[in-house]
């Protein structure tokens, strides 16, 4: 048995279209991104179970897509990295400064090593409880990077520093 796990991040912000790297900080859906909402729900649908970040922004992805009275579980461990004294600030600081951060923490916040972390014991429990399943999660760049980092062995470094190309979903199978 293996778990079919689909990735997408959650929809477009007001910080996403304003350049600014939002982090633990909540996020708001910009109109566009509520419009791209609605389309990941019809896209997706016949899933089993709907997973998402805890912040604002993934949250509110959730619940247009999927606020038909589908349950949807929020789990902190799928956050955007945290910042610390960087959320908020604009995404070209940011990004300039995201291969410091891979083993250390961002002052005030964690490392990108942190954010893998957190994943892989999100998936050790989404292998528990979802066999032979359909999992949907809703989350962060940082969030798809770890699952690069774990499930295809990407390195870190290599992934901090690529653009982020969005696509409709990425699929993976936890076997």
């Known amino acids: 048995m293996a778990v079919k796990l689909i990735y997408e991040t959650h929809s477009l912000t007001v910080d996403n279209e304003t350049g600014v790297a939002t982090g633990w900080l909540p996020g708001e859906l910009s109109q566009a991104g509520r419009e791209l909402a609605v389309e990941l729900g019809v896209r997706r649908r016949d899933v089993d179970v709907v997973y998402a ?20 579980r929020l789990d902190s461990r799928l956050r955007e990295c945290d910042y610390g004294i960087y959320n908020g600030r604009p995404v070209s600081e940011v990004a300039r400064l995201r291969r410091r951060f891979i083993e250390m923490p961002w002052p005030g916040g964690q490392s990108y090593r942190q954010v893998v972390a957190e994943t892989a014991a999100f998936l050790e429990e989404v292998m528990d409880k979802w066999q032979g399943r359909t999992v949907l999660v809703i989350s962060h760049s940082a969030n798809r990077w770890a699952l690069r980092n774990l499930l295809e062995g990407v390195a870190l470094e290599e992934l901090v520093d690529a653009p982020f190309d969005w696509k409709p979903g990425w699929e993976y199978t936890l076997a």
């Open 53 to 72: 970040s805890d912040l604002r922004r993934a949250v509110q992805t959730a619940e247009v897509a999927f606020g038909d009275g589908r349950e949807i």
